[in-house]
């Protein structure tokens, strides 16, 4: 989304014909609602030659990205993750959106466990910093709330997960915050109670259902019968505490 005009146009090509299939299952009637899922396609490392022109090149491509959805009948929803450029801190997440400016065709997929590594600072410094080093249960709330708060009114997708506070991959900057089996002893999100940061109001912002995100498991973990029924058992919390029928 920040390459040549060549890349970008390869980009939005890439949106057009998501949002077409997405159309054409919507007309079907087998997908009645959701969006279409996007981010920078771009290293950390290569934003950071050039921040403000990088993130200005980014923006512009959102833009042109928005009038391909509309045109569709779709949203876009950016997940905010350490990996992406443009897109590694909550702070850059939301300095994006602001100056796209298209509340109505572009928002925010929050993944809850990325959302713990913005908070950690992964691949950000300074004040997109909210916790450092050993942090109490208290410091997280707070933390948490901070982020919530400012990215909430632009989330139009949740993403269940629990994390261990970790990143997993290969690299500097394309390592992504880690997902845990939710009930993993090192696990440090009260996964209910902190989902509902984002879901507060969640039908005025079109979110019509929730999703667990738990990508990183090993295959034998993804076949074991107990995985699962706690992992819906947690959804179910979820949805009873925040209002869902």
């Not at 919530?148 to 994390?163: E, G, K």
């Not at 005025?204 to 090993?218: A, L, P, V």
């Amino acid at each position: 989304a920040m390459g040549s005009e060549e890349e970008r146009a390869s980009f939005l090509g890439q949106v057009r014909k998501a949002c077409g299939i997405a159309q054409k299952l919507r007309e079907m009637g087998a997908r009645p609602y959701g969006i279409v899922r996007i981010d920078s396609a771009s290293g950390v490392a290569e934003w950071a030659e050039d921040p403000d022109g990088n993130t200005a090149k980014i923006v512009e491509t959102f833009q042109q990205a928005c009038d391909i959805a509309a045109d569709h009948g779709e949203r876009l929803a950016a997940e905010g993750e350490v990996c992406w450029g443009g897109m590694h801190s909550w702070r850059k997440m939301l300095d994006v959106f602001e100056r796209v400016d298209r509340k109505e065709t572009l928002g925010f997929q929050a993944d809850m466990s990325h959302v713990l590594t913005f908070l950690l600072g992964r691949n950000a410094a300074g004040e997109d910093c909210l916790l450092e080093g050993e942090f109490s249960s208290e410091q997280l709330d707070e933390a948490w709330a901070t982020v919530s708060d400012a990215l909430r009114p632009w989330t139009m997708d949740v993403h269940i997960s629990q994390s261990d506070g970790t990143v997993h991959g290969s690299g500097s900057h394309d390592a992504t915050g880690k997902h845990c089996r939710i009930d993993d002893p090192n696990g440090r999100l009260d996964v209910v109670t902190h989902a509902g940061s984002f879901l507060q109001d969640a039908p005025s912002r079109g979110i019509q259902h929730i999703c667990w995100d738990g990508c990183m498991f090993e295959n034998a973990v993804m076949t074991e019968q107990d995985t699962w029924n706690k992992i819906l058992g947690g959804m179910i919390g979820v949805r009873d505490a925040h209002g869902w029928s």
